[in-house]
């Protein structure tokens, strides 16, 4: 069973510190990674994509992948208010099939 | 551009019976992909077309039908709805056709099955 997991937290960070999300896949042959963040009673928004080893600088978003660890990280820099929400590690695992984490339930108190 | 559209929005439904969602990806967008949202269980993947094709299948029942027509636009079926169906159906379009997982949601189909 190819499998992505996540701390279902809550995680819980001031305003204006740096948010550190993480995840873990089971597939070696994943593909692509993403992670999505999603706001409570409205539907998944793509935010990060990366597909190669490193990382990937996105405003206040940076995502890390290291295939060998088999591991994803999301970094918010500066995180606000506005950035609580669910977020959502993805990978795609080959055959048209996107799988998802059970997601990370981020909080950034003012 | 218009999003990918999904209805309907909110439908409740009793055991037994059988509901059919519908989706519009965006436009250009051929792929679609279906999934089921529960607090327990996260999202699952149902199955994913393009050109009318189904080109994979989640571990759902038999139950848990689709299609797509040559417009791109999907539909989804589930019959003989069970109390454990009730949860929020995601429809998602992607613009890749190798199937590299940028998926773009529609808002969602909530179904209550009481």
């Known amino acids: 069973q190819k499998e992505v997991e996540q701390n279902s937290g809550p995680l819980s960070v001031p305003e204006g510190a740096i948010a550190s999300l993480n995840c873990t896949y089971s597939?070696?042959?994943?593909?692509?990674f993403f992670w999505y963040r999603q706001y409570s009673g409205k539907s998944p928004e793509l935010i990060m994509s990366i597909y190669s080893n490193g990382d990937k600088e996105d405003g206040r978003f940076t995502a890390q992948l290291n295939k060998a660890s088999q591991y994803v990280s999301l970094l918010i820099r500066d995180s606000q208010p506005s950035d609580s929400a669910t977020y959502l590690c993805a990978a795609y695992t080959g055959g048209f099939k996107t799988i998802f984490g059970a997601g990370t339930r981020l909080f950034v108190k003012a | 551009k218009a999003g990918v559209t999904q209805t309907p929005r909110y439908l409740i439904k009793t055991r037994g019976q059988q509901v059919t969602l519908s989706c519009s990806p965006i436009?250009?967008?051929?792929?679609v992909s279906w999934y089921q949202q529960t607090p327990g269980q996260g999202l699952q993947f149902l199955f994913e077309?393009?050109?009318?094709?189904?080109?994979n299948k989640g571990n759902f029942p038999g139950r848990f039908s689709g299609r797509q027509f040559s417009n791109s636009r999907s539909e989804m079926n589930v019959s003989t709805l069970e109390l454990g169906d009730s949860a929020l159906y995601l429809c998602a379009s992607s613009l890749e056709t190798s199937g590299t997982g940028e998926l773009f949601f529609g808002e969602g189909s909530r179904l209550t099955v009481l």
């Open positions: 077309y393009f050109s009318e094709t189904q080109r």
């Open positions: 436009s250009g967008h051929r792929s």
């Open positions: 597939d070696r042959g994943s593909q692509s």
